[in-house]
């Protein structure tokens, strides 16, 4: 069955009452892991860093935007089986890091060079725009490259998004035929993610006025609706009991939804 996303909000809602902590654990686990290890190569770089140390910091970077991609897997992990009723732990985000590693960090790899891609023009006016300074025409140049890769990142983003829910439910599945089934199941479906991304933007805008607090409530919550549209999509929501919303969906306790 086909939900519409007011339904699977309602939903991933219902999956998050009283059970708030862990995830939350897990996306402030994942987050300041990398945070952390970021630290040290921020401090050594100073305010003007030299060509090797430029070097070494952005590969650095790059490495470390890998690993939170990996936590992010795990984070992923935990809510699949909060939904599915099994047990569910902070540690679980460190399972990718255990199990399947290659596969993970192959398809981390590959999703953020392609999501780089798809962010060329933008990537390519934020160095213009810092190489000739804040002028009239650089800014404009940022601008117009900015828009321009709004379309490729969303076309992207409605394809892929998925991309590691499909790993973390077949073991044996390869990358590029992870990929491959993603594209095919989002087929039909990208309306409704795109509706669900669409009601994000209020959150993205919460979480900034509140200088990131709100990203504490609102990451799980985001988390969950993704992986509650996954499995909508797959039709195992159809299998998982859920409550019948009418009067009993005003008794959710989360003052923040």
Not at 153 to 160: D, E, K, T
């Amino acid at each position: 069955m086909k939900r519409s996303s007011k339904e699977i909000k309602r939903i991933s809602r219902d999956m998050l009452n009283n059970r708030y902590s862990v995830p939350m654990g897990a996306f402030v686990a994942a987050g300041l892991i990398p945070a952390l290890i970021e630290i040290p190569f921020s401090l050594s770089s100073g305010d003007y860093p030299s060509t090797p140390q430029l070097i070494i910091t952005t590969a650095a970077r790059f490495l470390i935007l890998l690993i939170g991609q990996m936590l992010l897997i795990g984070v992923f992990l935990v809510h699949l089986n909060m939904t599915r009723k099994k047990e569910f732990h902070i540690v679980q985000i460190f399972q990718p890091f255990r199990e399947g590693t290659d596969r993970y960090f192959g398809a981390v790899l590959l999703y953020t060079l392609l999501l780089l891609l798809a962010g060329a023009p933008a990537i390519t006016g934020i160095l213009w725009f810092y190489s000739a300074g804040p002028t009239a025409s650089s800014a404009v140049i940022l601008i117009v490259t900015c828009l321009l890769s709004i379309i490729p990142i969303v076309a992207f983003m409605l394809n892929f998004q998925l991309i590691y829910l499909f790993l973390l439910d077949d073991p044996q599945m390869k990358v590029t035929a992870a990929f491959g089934k993603c594209r095919r199941l989002m087929k039909g479906n990208k309306k409704r993610l795109f509706s669900l991304f669409f009601g994000f933007l209020g959150w993205g805008g919460l979480i900034a006025c509140s200088f990131g607090i709100a990203a504490l409530w609102a990451a799980p919550y985001m988390i969950q609706v993704l992986v509650t549209f996954y499995l909508d999509c797959t039709e195992e929501l159809d299998q998982i009991p859920v409550r019948e919303y009418g009067r009993e969906s005003g008794s959710f306790t989360n003052l923040f939804f």
